[in-house]
């Protein structure tokens, strides 16, 4: 369902039409086809658009500073489907290891939504007023940096 696209480096979207933003709360090591092996960090992006909703998987490679982001060709045009390409997605990284955490995007205030989409990787949005460089680290919450402290042992 997921397929990995060489193609892709970034997420262009807009503020507005991030719908979900997930992000993983460890940093397993994965072997992604093509890059060296190391720790990386998950983001799954679920974008609003004019045909419906899709989503988008990103997985940052610390150590490299290279990244693999994931496609599908799927369309979600209803609640139903848009459910079960989230959780498609959430069973994909879960797969490889990664803990997810819902950052709760949507809730968040306008400025807020914006300080979020700048802390993470894979996020260039044409509205942003700083956007991030390859080699920031996203921004973790308490709980998310005693959650990434507790899965290192």
Do not use: K
């Amino acid at each position: 369902m997921f397929t990995l696209d060489d193609t892709v480096r970034v997420l262009d979207a807009t503020r507005e039409q991030v719908a979900a933003l997930f992000q993983s709360i460890n940093a397993p090591h994965v072997a992604i086809p093509g890059r060296r092996a190391g720790p990386a960090q998950a983001f799954i992006a679920c974008l609003r658009g004019t045909q419906g909703f899709t989503v988008t998987i990103y997985l940052w490679l610390s150590e490299s500073h290279d990244c693999a982001v994931y496609l599908t060709d799927q369309v979600a045009q209803t609640p139903e489907d848009y459910r079960t390409l989230q959780t498609d997605a959430l069973a994909f990284v879960e797969s490889m290891g990664f803990m997810m955490d819902n950052l709760n995007y949507r809730a968040l205030p306008s400025d807020r939504q914006t300080e979020v989409l700048g802390s993470v990787p894979m996020y260039r949005g044409r509205n942003a007023t700083t956007p991030a460089s390859p080699g920031d680290r996203p921004q973790l919450s308490p709980v998310a940096r005693l959650a990434r402290l507790f899965s290192s042992f």
